[in-house]
């Protein structure tokens, strides 16, 4: 096993959601975010991924433990960080506004 860098992983899943075209392959992406997300810290590859979730129809729950996930893997990345909890807060300031 060859990990692969942030823009292989982002490339590879980008190629395959757009090929989405049912819950067996919304579940195959998903397993693609997860490997991903385990095999490389990478900020942006967690945005996709929460944008995925999202446009998904994941449940408010799994989107606030993914949002969770994401802030305690990346949360304190010196440059980027700020981004993950920038979302996290829109997310739930959305719920509440809902």
């Known amino acids: 096993h060859f990990p692969l860098s942030e823009t292989l992983w982002r490339e590879w899943i980008a190629d ?28 942006p590859l967690w945005l996709d991924y929460l944008r995925f979730a999202e446009a998904s129809g994941s449940q408010p729950e ?4 993914l949002h ?8 304190l990345h010196f440059s980027q960080g700020g981004q993950l909890w920038t ?8 719920l509440l506004n809902a």
Not at 62 to 65: A, F, G, T, Y
Not at 68 to 75: C, D, H, I, L, S
Not at 87 to 94: A, P, Q, T
């Open 62 to 65: 799994e989107l606030r433990n």
């Open 68 to 75: 969770e996930r994401a802030v305690t893997a990346g949360g």
């Open 87 to 94: 979302v996290r807060r829109d997310f739930e300031l959305g």
């Open 16 to 43: 395959e959601t757009k090929q989405v075209r049912s819950g067996e392959d919304l579940q195959r992406v998903s397993g693609l975010f997860e490997r991903g997300v385990q095999d490389y810290l990478s900020v």
